[in-house]
């Protein structure tokens, strides 16, 4: 038993210490799923019918609910093969677990509404294989039970008969309707989760690889929440997007990233002429001898090799040497 328990204890270190990364990955991965479900809907609008109805039975939308279907399929995955969808909701629950929901309450938010995204999902998914899967038998019967000259009781196929009795469109069409009802509750529950995940961002100030991920996807920050990110900075960084922006350089020359760096200083100097750090670093780092070399082979200036950097504004090296993060 204390061996089980020392087990336990170990993967929560473990987890602890890479949570930092965990909660990046999963910001990113938000934003990866918001995407796709942004294809996955105008892949559902492209079911209009020339009346401007959404008609998912409609022989024309064949091909697009199948497209609906094999992007669900890779989103959601199975239990033994999980899809983005499922490990992003997974890592909702290990970052914000439900004991700690009253410490963290956007974190937990977040985590119920992804929750509540993946079982719409899970319903959605099935709704469009019945609709693939017996929309076509549906109108068949639809056809056999309406045509010209049919007399129930003259057909000896037990087919029409059972149409009489049992309008099999019927249910079809109300599936089609969930679907309908399901997709737009699933945009519901991502807009409401893109609300509560950008007032968490100043809760997430201390980490730097969030702030990082913030700049690397600033058109996507914009298109989802109408800012700048100079804007989303300022907010989590009592008004100042410089201090944003040397965070991310702070990061980026831990991982020795220089080109990084120095793009992201001379964007905090953009924001903040006055910014010592800023300017002190530019400074430095242009006046590498390893920056130059680069530079002069046209190669990307990327990984280069170790050098310290000290950081004089707090007291300690510029980058981890062996980290490379």
């Known amino acids: 038993m204390s061996s089980f328990f020392g087990r336990d204890r170990v993967r929560q270190s473990w987890f602890e210490q890479r949570h930092d990364h965990f909660v990046r990955r999963t910001v990113a991965d938000f934003f990866s799923f918001v995407d796709a479900f942004h294809n996955l809907y105008r892949e559902?609008?492209?079911?209009?019918?020339?009346?401007?109805?959404?008609?998912?039975?409609?022989?024309?939308?064949?091909?697009?609910?199948?497209?609906?279907?094999?992007?669900?399929?890779?989103l959601i995955g199975?239990?033994?093969d999980k899809g983005p969808l499922w490990e992003l909701k997974d890592t909702c629950h290990m970052i914000w677990p439900e004991h700690n929901s009253s410490d963290d309450i956007h974190g937990a938010l977040v985590d119920w509404l992804v929750g509540s995204v993946f079982h719409e999902a899970m319903k959605l998914k099935e709704n469009i294989y019945l609709l693939n899967a017996?929309?076509?038998?549906?109108?068949?019967?639809?056809?056999?039970?309406?045509?010209?000259g049919f007399d129930p009781a003259a057909a000896g196929s037990a087919l029409p008969r059972l149409s009489t009795m049992v309008d099999v469109e019927?249910?079809?069409?109300?599936?089609?309707?969930?679907?309908g009802r399901q997709m737009e509750q699933i945009a519901i529950l991502l807009g409401q989760?893109?609300?509560?995940?950008?007032l968490m961002m100043?809760?997430?100030?201390?980490?730097?690889?969030?702030?990082?991920?913030l700049i690397e996807e600033e058109d996507t920050i914009c298109a989802l929440w109408g800012e700048e990110v100079e804007s989303v900075l300022a907010d989590m960084f009592?008004?100042?997007?410089?201090?944003?922006?040397?965070?991310?350089?702070r990061s980026y020359l831990a991982g020795q990233w220089y080109g990084e760096a120095?793009?992201?200083?001379?964007?905090?100097?953009?924001?903040?002429?006055?910014?010592?750090?800023?300017?002190?670093?530019?400074?430095?780092?242009?006046?590498?001898?390893?920056?130059?070399?680069?530079?002069?082979s046209g190669a990307k200036p990327a990984h280069l090799c170790c050098r310290p950097l000290p950081d004089r504004l707090n007291r300690e090296s510029g980058f981890c040497r062996n980290s490379g993060s």
């Open 78 to 80: 199975s239990e033994t």
């Open 170 to 179: 019927l249910l079809i069409r109300k599936i089609g309707i969930d679907v």
């Open 44 to 74: 559902y609008l492209l079911c209009r019918t020339p009346e401007g109805d959404i008609d998912l039975l409609a022989s024309q939308a064949r091909s697009h609910r199948q497209r609906m279907w094999d992007q669900l399929r890779l």
């Open 238 to 249: 009592a008004g100042s997007a410089a201090r944003g922006f040397c965070v991310a350089s």
């Open 262 to 296: 120095l793009a992201m200083y001379e964007r905090a100097l953009a924001c903040d002429d006055g910014c010592n750090e800023a300017r002190e670093k530019i400074a430095e780092i242009e006046a590498m001898p390893e920056v130059h070399a680069v530079e002069d």
């Open 202 to 213: 100043p809760e997430l100030s201390s980490n730097p690889l969030v702030v990082r991920l």
């Open 193 to 198: 989760a893109t609300c509560i995940l950008r």
């Open 134 to 148: 017996y929309g076509p038998a549906a109108r068949r019967i639809r056809g056999l039970s309406q045509g010209p």
